[in-house]
């Protein structure tokens, strides 16, 4: 008897486990259903403003002391191919070769976390970075990883690579309320995007991971050493893909 109502025991915690995983999966439907993108609408058109970009507007209008926002989108014809090419080797130099997701750059990226017991590298691919800041947030949470992954993979089955490389260049943060390569290229130099240099490209790029804290005006050793990293491997690489 006692061996029976154990068996039972587990059996009842099995089924109220199975009933809670499908509920929790009926919710995650439908929250992705609710947030699911206008894919076409987003594959032509206004670049739109991410998710990012809204939060820091409304903290700068919060908050005198902020910078303003700075954010001004251009087409892809308007950055050069230089630049495109320094953001590419800089975040992810297989982007036209994978569908969003980078399964060599996550291995590596494991790997590298387990011998250092960090989370420092993440294998996110520039796809990947485009959806978090289109729609979801900077948590690190799996769930958000999940919603990352799914819509990711949306993305790259409906729009074109050139046109997530165009979204990405534009509200990617180079520096505080900085936001898209032509703010940027206006912030620090003063000329448009379409104007950089292979050096001032290389600087850009290297920005990306770090935007507030190593930039062209902070010029951080770091900085410096990845914006000269950046360069030599743009000069070793070819791009056969017309958006490259």
């Not at 700068?60 to 002391?65: H, I, L, N």
């Not at 912030?187 to 490209?201: G, I």
């Not at 600087?203 to 030599?232: C, E, G, M, V």
């Amino acid at each position: 008897m006692a061996g029976r109502r154990k068996r039972n025991k587990w059996w009842r915690r099995g089924i109220w486990a199975l009933r809670a995983l499908l509920a929790f999966l009926i919710l995650d439907t439908a929250y992705l259903y609710a947030i699911w993108p206008d894919w076409d609408a987003l594959g032509r058109g206004a670049i739109p403003r991410s998710v990012f970009i809204e939060r820091y507007r409304a903290q700068a209008e919060a908050d005198p002391a902020l910078p303003p926002l700075r954010w001004r989108p251009v087409p892809f014809n308007h950055i050069p191919r230089h630049l495109r090419h320094a953001a590419v080797a800089a975040e992810d130099a297989r982007f036209f070769e994978h569908g969003g997701i980078d399964f060599l750059a996550l291995r590596d990226a494991m790997a590298y976390n387990l011998d250092h017991m960090d989370l420092k590298y993440g294998g996110s691919t520039i796809s990947q970075q485009t959806v978090k800041n289109l729609f979801l947030s900077p948590s690190r949470n799996p769930l958000r990883k999940w919603h990352e992954l799914v819509l990711t993979l949306g993305m790259e089955w409906r729009i074109s690579k050139q046109r997530i490389l165009e979204i990405y260049l534009n509200i990617a943060e180079f520096g505080e309320g900085i936001y898209g390569v032509e703010a940027a290229a206006q912030h620090y130099w003063q000329r448009p995007a379409s104007a950089l240099t292979e050096w001032q490209a290389a600087q850009l790029a290297a920005t990306l991971p770090s935007p507030r804290r190593h930039n062209p005006a902070t010029r951080t050793r770091q900085f410096l050493k990845r914006a000269r990293r950046i360069q030599r491997f743009m000069r070793r690489q070819v791009y056969d893909h017309p958006g490259g």
